[in-house]
């Protein structure tokens, strides 16, 4: 696990700016660093030796000195694929999965991504036809940023990298600002900075002659249809079985410590049960709670003592928001959730004792596991079975009338909707009747609606809205409902959010997190299976619970609890007043002229209610204000 960076075309002194560039990543690789350079052209990395430890630095060249490359990641397959090119006639130089890449390359070209089995980034540099070749694994599990002026390109593991560059203009993008706080991140391929891009999952980047072209390498729909279909359910679990066994088998493979976070849910708990039966030592786990009831810190200390672990526990304080402008510069761009702190700090407790981590990101987008999967599945039979006309005239205004402890009853999640929670459910329903998977989708996963925005905006910063055009958020996935509804999530949500945030938190402590779930292979098969295997009215993650039933492991049967942070419960606590102070005082708010003090101090008001959205909301201000701060963002 490293960052890599990269400039070439560049106008100056290219081995100097590489040199600032990866001094900037070095969190992500206090191990060793590695510069190659030639000309107008340089690549460098830093390492968190991980395989290999003792021969693997980089950059690694061909024996001919013709490529070179810089990676970042990890190759599970990258022994067998090593044995196959040996008996090709290749020569190795090292024992490490990098080589292993550079050797396809050298056979393959840009084909050799098909054999690989990981999470990466990597750039390769061609001396002869002075080209240069970048990759993003399938699912982006691994980040890769880019900036191009002319001929000149940039590209980073980190934003930060690039801005290293005093040429890297540092303009907000008024259309991503928009899609944030609807979102609580920046989808991509774009990113809050106007001249700053990320590589989409799934695609490789070529630079020749000054011009970039981008192209994708893999299609879910597509590789998931090359997969042969099993006839029954038996042989649909039986396939999964073997499928998660060998996911999680081989992100075992490590030269280092390594162990598992553990919630005491589900998902992290079949990974640990597996890692416990295929290891001889105890497997070393770390938890997190919040002091309340509504954690998972007790399930996960029995399940730990279950399964026979070395069990570790964290406990989130509310001083520990002061670590928030720490972790936004860590995360390069502001992400508007609170869980970003205490993912942040299970690393840090965890790289005391690992410096690999197996974590359960994945399950709940492959097999429907979210509270909005429920719903959306709800919805899909009531607009196929309730007539239009009932629902606008008696449905709707019986819901708008419904008072809010009522409504509380129906909602699944682990605190009281407040006031403009009960809005948000109103608008909702009155949607529900006819909004497409997509539109529906993104209504309950934002956190600002377009109702919300109406009283938000300054009209200074509507009019700059205005000229950037349409929203780009886009989920173009075809198929029936439910197919839709799954697809969307792999386009921004898991890369540009639920990975991107374990990546950058993480690796801001040199840890490296491997995510099981996300094995291609194992998306791929999940994506053809029927969706009764994976999610009904009354069961999710159907398969994975079969699963840990045959282990055996006790959280198969418990009801999924939300990872939840009371954010509410924090307010009136010194370290989070500052926090609003600090960054949302009324002569800030006016000085960066994008939002109206009236909506900030009822969003205050409606905090110190205890109104959870309204909370989250807030949150998500705070973190864009620290992000625009930090990294000296210009309004135009």
């Known amino acids: 696990m490293c960052g890599i960076a990269g400039t070439v075309g560049t106008p100056g002194d290219a081995q100097a700016l590489i040199s600032t560039m990866t001094a900037l990543l070095s969190h992500r690789g206090p191990d060793h660093q590695g510069i ?33 490359i810089v990676f970042n990641g990890e190759i599970y397959n990258y022994r067998t694929l090593r044995s196959e090119l040996i008996e090709q006639g290749c020569h190795f130089q090292t024992h490490s999965d990098t080589e292993v890449i550079l050797q396809l390359y050298t056979l393959h070209g840009p084909a050799c991504l098909q054999h690989l089995r990981g999470m990466f980034t990597f750039a390769i540099w061609d001396r002869v036809k002075r080209k240069l070749f970048v990759a993003r694994d399938r699912l982006g599990i691994k980040p890769l940023y880019y900036w191009q002026q002319g001929q000149h390109l940039l590209f980073a593991s980190e934003m930060k990298s690039l801005l290293a560059f005093a040429g890297v203009p540092r303009h907000l993008h008024y259309g991503k600002l928009n899609e944030f706080l609807t979102l609580r991140y920046v989808p991509g391929p774009e990113t809050l900075l106007r001249d700053v891009h990320k590589l989409p999952a799934g695609c490789c980047l070529t630079w020749q002659k000054g011009e970039v072209s981008i192209e994708p390498y893999w ?88 399964l026979g672990c070395d069990h570790h526990e964290v406990l989130f304080k509310p001083e520990h928001f002061d670590l928030l402008p720490e972790i936004v510069w860590h995360s390069d761009e502001p992400l508007g959730d609170a869980i970003v702190i205490p993912t942040y700090l299970l690393a840090a407790e965890a790289v005391k004792h690992v410096k690999v981590v197996l974590t359960g990101e994945g399950a709940d987008e492959t097999m429907g596991g979210y509270m909005f999967h429920k719903i959306m599945r709800l919805s899909s039979y009531y607009q196929k079975f309730m007539p239009a006309t009932i629902h606008r005239h008696m449905v709707a205004p019986l819901v708008a009338r419904t008072p809010e402890k009522l409504l509380n009853v129906l909602f699944d999640y682990p605190a009281d909707l407040g006031s403009s929670g009960r809005e948000k459910v109103v608008r909702l329903v009155n949607q529900i009747g006819e909004a497409s998977p997509e539109a529906l989708y993104h209504h309950l996963i934002s956190l600002f609606d377009d109702h919300d925005k109406q009283s938000l905006y300054t009209p200074d910063a509507l009019a700059q809205m205005a000229n950037a055009g349409p929203s780009t958020i886009e989920d173009p996935w075809q198929g029936d409902f439910n197919q839709r509804m799954l697809g969307a999530q792999y ?127 807030l949150f998500a201000l705070i973190s864009l204000e620290l992000w625009m701060t930090r990294f000296n963002v210009q309004m135009n």
């Not at 999964?240 to 976070?261: C, H, K, T």
């Not at 990546?503 to 490296?512: H, Q």
Request: aromatic share 8%; proline share 5%; no cysteine.
């Open 36 to 68: 190659h350079h030639d000309g107008d052209v340089a690549i460098g990395m830093r390492r968190l030796s991980i395989i290999d430890l003792s021969s693997g630095n980089q950059p690694i060249s061909t024996q001919d000195e013709r490529y070179t």
């Open 219 to 306: 299609s879910l729909p597509e590789a998931a249809a090359a997969w042969d279909v099993p006839h029954t359910q038996a042989e649909w679990q039986a396939q999964f079985d073997d499928l998660v066994q060998e996911s999680i088998q081989l992100r075992m493979i490590s030269d280092v410590p390594l162990g598992a976070y553990l919630s005491g849910g589900l998902d992290s708990s079949s990974i640990v049960a597996t890692m416990a039966q295929m290891s001889n030592q105890p497997v070393k786990t770390f938890s997190i709670g919040f002091g309340w009831e509504g954690d998972e810190l007790e399930e996960a200390r029995i399940m730990a003592q279950q």
């Open 491 to 617: 386009g921004h949500w898991l890369p540009d959010n639920i990975l991107m945030r374990q990546d950058k938190m993480s690796m801001a402590n040199s840890l490296e997190a491997r995510v099981p779930f996300m094995d291609h292979k194992l998306v791929e098969f999940l994506w053809r299976a029927p969706l009764q295997s994976k999610l009904t009215l009354r069961q999710n993650k159907i398969m994975l619970r079969d699963y840990a039933n045959r282990i055996p492991l006790p959280s198969a049967k418990r009801r999924k609890k939300a990872f939840y942070i009371p954010m509410e419960n924090f307010f009136h606590h010194q370290s989070f007043q500052q926090l609003v102070d600090q960054t949302l005082s009324p002569d800030k708010v006016a000085a960066r002229g994008l939002f109206t003090q009236s909506a900030i101090e009822k969003l205050k008001a409606r905090v110190a209610n205890k109104d959870f959205l309204a909370a989250k909301q």
